[in-house]
């Protein structure tokens, strides 16, 4: 099984962070509670081995390209959300729905799936499928909007996240 060799040969220099980044999000989530502990560091440990099979050792985050993205996605989020709030209150709705493809810069694999599911978040934007040769169909709320330029800037974004651009999928 290629999650038992990774995990062997992934140093524990590399282990012990995402372990300790995983028990941290479950007591975020969960909250602390020492009767609740070895379930955390149960449930951080079987993350911390799932992530050896979806995230390679050599898959690196860029720290500025996260907290460009984060802000970048904020703003979007607070912009979009009240575009949406807008259009549902308003009394005449403005809306041209429809579905759009573009063809993604992401390469296939992890990097573009994680791309199309960050996508989702986004209020008035949805991947609903993506082809093998990387055309998206995205679901949106209003067609005379740029859609496909906006994604196409989402992408990079996104891209900037991944210390080697997401060039490896």
Do not use: Y
């Amino acid at each position: 099984m290629r999650g038992d060799a990774a995990l062997v040969a992934m140093p524990l220099a590399t282990l012990l962070p995402r372990g300790l980044c995983f028990l941290v999000a479950w007591i975020a989530l969960m909250g602390f509670g020492p009767k609740d502990l070895p379930v955390g560091i149960a449930a951080a440990a079987a993350a911390t081995w799932a992530s050896t099979v979806l995230w390679p050792p050599e898959g690196r985050l860029s720290p500025s390209g996260i907290a460009r993205f984060l802000m970048r996605f904020l703003m979007q989020s607070v912009n979009a959300g009240i575009d949406v709030a807008r259009r549902a209150c308003a009394r005449r709705v403005d809306l041209k729905p429809g579905f759009v493809t573009c063809r993604s810069a992401v390469p296939a694999g992890m990097a573009r799936d994680a791309s199309c599911a960050v996508m989702s978040l986004q209020p008035g934007k949805l991947p609903v499928a993506v082809a093998a040769d990387g055309t998206l169909l995205v679901h949106c709320l209003d067609l005379r909007e740029p859609v496909a330029e906006q994604l196409a800037a989402d992408e990079a974004a996104f891209c900037d996240v991944l210390a080697r651009g997401g060039r490896d999928g």
